[in-house]
C-alpha cells in the first residue's frame, strides 16, 4: 500500500515514516496542504490538519473532492475537530496526538479494509475469464465455478479488489487472517498453491519475491 503523510512537524513524520515503511508500506511524506494536493499516485492518505498553508479541513474537502483513497485524519487535540464535520469533509477516520503506532497501523487497515468492502459491494470484480462476487461468494472461471474453500476465496476476492497491484504479506495476512504478521508463514504460501491448481494456471498469481502477491490475466 501506497500512503502519503501530509505532516509539517519533523519530529512527528521522521518516526511515523521509518515506522511505518518497517511495516511494509511505501510513504510519500509532504509537509503542506499544497503538496498533498498536488501528490498522485498513493491509494491511503494520512493527514495532518494543522499544515502551514491551509486549513487542514479544506485540504481533507479538496483531496476528497479529487479521489475516493481513504483518508486518516491527524489532529493535535481531541476538542480541535468536529468529527461530524470531518466525516463530512470525507474522512474516514482520526487520530488525536500523541497516538501509539500501533493504534495508527491498526486503524489504516481497518479503515482500508472498509475501503476494500465498500469498493467491491457494488460490483463483481472481473479479471479476464475470472469474475469474483463477493456478495454472493462465488468464483467463476470461464463459465465453471470454482469450488473454494472460505480462506481460499477471501484471499482470491482481495487480490482481485486490486488486481495487478503488488499485495504485500502482511496485509495479506491481516485482512485474509485477521492477524498481525511478524515472520515468516507457511500459511499464505499454502493457499495461494492451491489456489493457482484450482485456477488451473499458476500464472494467475505471480509472486513477487520478498513482498507478496499479485493477481494477473494470464491469457
Ligand atoms: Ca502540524
Not at 515503511?21 to 492518505?45: H, P, W
Request: charged share 35%.
Amino acid at each position: 500500500m501506497r500512503l502519503l503523510l501530509a505532516e509539517d512537524d519533523d519530529s512527528i513524520a521522521e518516526p511515523l515514516v521509518e515506522g511505518l515503511r518497517r511495516d511494509g508500506f511505501a510513504i510519500e511524506r509532504v509537509a503542506t496542504g499544497s503538496a498533498a494536493l498536488d501528490a498522485r499516485g498513493y491509494d491511503f492518505a494520512l493527514l495532518d490538519l494543522g499544515l502551514p498553508d491551509m486549513d487542514g479541513a479544506e485540504v481533507c474537502r479538496k483531496l476528497r473532492e479529487d479521489s475516493d483513497v481513504p483518508i486518516i485524519v491527524i489532529t493535535a487535540r481531541s476538542d480541535e475537530i468536529d468529527r461530524v464535520l470531518l466525516l463530512e469533509l470525507g474522512a474516514d477516520d482520526y487520530v488525536v496526538k500523541p497516538f501509539g503506532f500501533r493504534e495508527l497501523t491498526a486503524r489504516i487497515r481497518a479503515v482500508s479494509r472498509r475501503a476494500v468492502t465498500r469498493t467491491n459491494d457494488a460490483s463483481p470484480a472481473r479479471i479476464g475469464a475470472l469474475e469474483v462476487d463477493r456478495r454472493t461468494r462465488r468464483a467463476v472461471l470461464g463459465d465453471e465455478e470454482l469450488q473454494l474453500t472460505p480462506k481460499e476465496f477471501d484471499l482470491l476476492a482481495l487480490l482481485a479488489s486490486d488486481a495487478g497491484a503488488v499485495l504485500d504479506r502482511p496485509r495479506i495476512m491481516d485482512e485474509v487472517w485477521d492477524q498481525h504478521w511478524y515472520g515468516p508463514t507457511k500459511t499464505l504460501d499454502v493457499h495461494v498453491a492451491s489456489l493457482r491448481k484450482k485456477l488451473g494456471d499458476p500464472a494467475w498469481i505471480e509472486t513477487v519475491r520478498g513482498v507478496g502477491f499479485r493477481l494477473v490475466d494470464p491469457s
